[in-house]
């Protein structure tokens, strides 16, 4: 979803949860943190995504500002996604999941 600026929620989590609102742009997120990355290499540490969802999210991630696409005048053409200052500002959020996930599997491996 491509958020207007008039169409913001009032709510902060709201509007981050509308930015991050699926797992692919979280893993997107993910893996850009990083650095830059080349479509092929998003599709391929991206499991079971397609290309059609894939550059879906990365133009909704562009629109919202999270990220930017950079083409190369090559043949075929290279093009480059980084996360913008914004995009990296979620990094945090990533990494609390990251952390939260990791106790979490513990826990359960574990019988709790």
Same mark, same amino acid.
């Given at each position: ?44 540490? @991206? ?8 550059? #879906? ?31 990296? #500002? ?21 019988? @709790?």
């Amino acid at each position: 979803m491509i958020i207007n600026k008039k169409e913001l929620p009032a709510c902060p989590v709201e509007t981050t949860l509308l930015l991050i609102s699926n797992k692919w742009k979280i893993l997107i997120i993910r893996d850009l943190s990083n650095g830059t990355k080349r479509f092929g290499e998003l599709k391929k540490s @991206i499991n079971n995504i397609s290309q059609k969802v894939l550059t #879906s999210n990365l133009r909704e991630m562009e629109e919202n500002g999270l990220l930017t696409r950079k083409i190369y005048p090559e043949v075929p053409p290279r093009v480059e996604y980084t996360l913008t200052e914004i995009g990296e #500002s979620l990094n945090p959020i990533l990494e609390e999941m990251d952390k939260w996930g990791t106790g979490y599997k513990e826990k359960i491996q574990s019988g @709790i």
